[in-house]
Every structure is written in structure tokens, then in C-alpha cells.
């Protein structure tokens, strides 16, 4: 046992040596290895974060949303459909809500205008995110004015500030009373824009939204399951059309694999024949030279992984943000909860260190079982 540990550092120290020798090659190849796993490695972990931030903010999520669809599109749901549906079995609550869009031509931004019915959202005052505070340089206590469908002039007082933490959510935000919602977009009394439905038995949503969608055919029940399934898809497509862009540095790196499997150098192939003429066994030359594979490709897996962590989890990923999050004037700025898939990080190991790894030790197979003279000759 102690002359197999003893063999094997001996053969490593010679490894290493080996590769300073070849300092500027091994450090291009490393530099080019890391890219292409920091790349790889950096849009898992955001891909993973943003799947989990979105799973968590949907467990507060109504149970279901009911819809009204005018020629296939959404409308404005009659407010009498809530008393109907909460008579139905197995529903104990039926909400509904006033939520729309606002085009703020001085920034080109649009908001999400959302009547509650909070103390801080009384008429005249208003609750907005930090992300609009922002863009219109808005603290407590200042004016934030706006302009309704009618041209006529809507003045709030900014009451509360979404602390910067709920950004993913509240970036774009504005909290206002339902007279001031109505007066804004000269919304039709006794209507909605939708309902949040809340069922007892989860079991049961599929049933009550069959009861639902057959007591009013022009309703469209959505389910929170059907949401959160959405969403993650809505990011698995993102994720997917940016890894399209880093195709061509796993082309490179594929086509760089399969070049170093088919053949050495002639200085590789006699530095070989020299090991065999000193007595080196063939077995000892394949474990100098998957040693330095894995020298090579750890290294490269191991500073990646921690470069795409702090670029993902520290630096808020400034690579992939805006093409994951999507596009806006105002974008949500958080800081990423830590998010590590083991079976994915196994994945990526095997798809970069394994194949590397067995592309140096499969041509120097080869060039260990000839003759030395013949290596040396090369």
C-alpha cells in the first residue's frame, strides 16, 4: 500500500513538473476550459435561483384565477360572478381583483397598478416599488403624478416604499385605493379584472374549475399548479435560447477534445518513448498522463464552479440577467438566494471532465505500447 501511495505522488510530482514545463500551452488550454464551464456553470446556477424565486413566490398565489374571455381574449369579468362561484362546493373565498398596466411616457416604462385595500392605500396615497421610486427620483411624502384615460390629472402621495428586497415582485409596483384605480383608468363599476378563487381541498381544484368553466362558459379557470408550470417552462425556454448562444464555445470546445484524441505531439510522443527507455512500464505512462488530464480539467471545473457561483450569487449575474429576467426599462434588482443542483454540477463533471480526461489518456495508449526507439524517432 505504501509503495502505491509512494508511486503515485512520485508519478503526480513528475506530472506537475511536465506541466510547467508546458506552462503557456497548459495555461491557454486551462483558460479556454474554464471559460467554457465558468459559461456553463454560471447559467445552471441562475436558471436554478430564478426557478426557485419564482416557486416561492407562487406558494402565496391564489388557489385559482378565474377569466373572462371576449373572442378569445381576456376582458373585464362581471364582479356578480364571484357570489355565484362562492356558492360553489368546496370554495371558501372568491376575491375580486383590479390590476392593470400604466405607460409612463416620461421614462418609457410601464407599471403594475394594483388596487388593495390596505391603510397606507387610502385615496390620494399610493404605495410604490423601489424601482419606480427610482425612476422618478420619488421619496415619502412626494407627489407622484399621473394621467388617467380621461386627460385628466391623478396626483398620490407616496405613502410606502417596497424595501428594495422585494424587487422581484414590487419593482414596477404601485399600490392605489379602488377610487383612485377606478378614476385612473375609467374602470367600469361592477366589473373586474379577475377573481382569485380559494378552494378547501386542494383535491378539488380540478373539480370546482369543471364547475366553473360549465356554469359560465366564458370564463377561464387557472389553476396555481398551471402557473407555476408555466413559469418554469417560461425559464427553461430562456435558459435554453441562451445556451444556444454558447453552442459555438462548446463546438470549440468538442472540436479541441476530439483533436487531442486523435494524436500527440511529436515532442508528447518522445517524451514518451524517453519514459519507456528508463524503465517506465506502459501503465505508468497512462497514469502520468491521466493525471495530468485531471490536473487540467479539475482545475478547470473547480475555479468555473466558483467563478459562476460568485458571478451568479454575489454579482447578481451581469451576463445573463437581462436575457433571463427579461426585458424592461425598470428591471428588478435582488440578490439571489444560493442555489446548487447536485445532479446538474454531476452532469456538467461528467460532460467536461470525463471526456477530456479520456482524450489524453486513449492517443498515449497508443504511443506507450510501440517501441521507444520508434517514439523517440517520431
Known amino acids: 500500500m505504501k509503495r502505491a501511495v509512494e508511486r503515485h505522488l512520485n508519478i503526480l510530482e513528475f ?18 476550459y474554464l471559460l467554457v464551464i465558468f459559461m456553463l456553470a454560471s ?59 400604466y405607460y409612463d411616457a416620461l421614462n418609457g416604462a410601464n407599471y403594475t397598478i394594483i388596487a388593495g385595500d390596505a391603510p397606507t392605500s387610502a385615496p390620494g396615497r399610493a404605495t410604490v416599488g423601489a424601482g419606480v421610486a427610482k425612476a422618478r427620483n420619488l421619496a415619502v411624502g412626494d407627489l407622484l403624478p399621473l394621467t388617467s384615460y380621461d386627460r385628466a390629472p391623478v396626483m398620490l402621495e407616496i405613502g410606502t416604499i417596497f424595501p428594495s428586497g422585494s424587487d422581484l415582485v414590487a419593482a414596477d409596483l404601485i399600490v392605489v385605493s379602488s377610487a383612485d384605480f377606478h378614476q385612473l383608468f375609467n374602470f367600469p363599476g361592477g366589473q373586474a379584472t379577475d377573481l382569485a378563487v380559494t378552494v378547501r381541498n386542494p383535491r378539488e381544484l380540478p373539480t370546482v374549475a369543471a364547475k366553473i368553466a360549465s356554469q359560465f362558459p366564458d370564463s377561464r379557470p387557472i389553476l396555481k399548479s398551471e402557473i407555476q408550470r408555466t413559469y418554469q417552462s417560461i425559464f427553461d425556454w430562456r435558459g435554453g435560447m441562451t445556451l444556444i448562444v ?18 500527440l505531439s511529436a515532442e508528447e510522443r518522445k517524451e514518451i518513448g524517453i519514459l519507456k527507455s528508463i524503465g517506465w512500464e506502459t501503465s505508468d505512462v497512462l497514469l502520468l498522463k491521466f493525471w495530468e488530464g485531471i490536473a487540467v480539467s479539475l482545475t478547470a471545473f473547480l475555479l468555473g464552479t466558483v467563478l459562476a457561483y460568485g458571478h451568479v450569487f454575489f454579482l447578481s449575474a451581469p451576463l445573463f440577467a437581462q436575457a433571463l429576467k427579461g426585458w424592461s426599462v425598470i428591471y ?19 460532460l467536461t471532465v470525463v471526456p477530456y480526461t479520456t482524450a489524453t489518456v486513449i492517443p498515449c495508449w497508443r504511443a506507450a505500447t510501440i517501441d521507444p526507439d520508434a517514439a523517440m524517432r517520431y
Open 15 to 32: 506530472t506537475l513538473a511536465s506541466l510547467l514545463r508546458r506552462r503557456a500551452k497548459n495555461l491557454s488550454l486551462l483558460a479556454m
Open 43 to 101: 447559467l445552471l446556477f441562475f436558471v436554478s435561483a430564478l426557478k426557485r424565486e419564482a416557486a416561492i413566490i407562487l406558494n402565496d398565489a391564489p388557489d385559482m384565477i378565474v377569466q373572462r374571455l371576449m373572442a378569445g381574449r381576456q376582458d373585464l369579468i362581471p364582479a356578480g360572478y364571484a357570489a355565484e362561484i362562492a356558492a360553489i362546493r368546496g370554495v371558501t373565498a372568491v376575491r375580486p381583483r383590479l390590476w392593470g398596466y
Open 332 to 350: 428588478p434588482r435582488f440578490q439571489l438566494v444560493p442555489v446548487v443542483d447536485a445532479y446538474q454540477l454531476a452532469l456538467l463533471f461528467f
Open 246 to 263: 454558447l453552442v459555438s464555445s462548446l463546438l470549440s470546445f468538442i472540436i479541441f477534445s476530439w483533436d487531442k484524441a486523435t494524436g
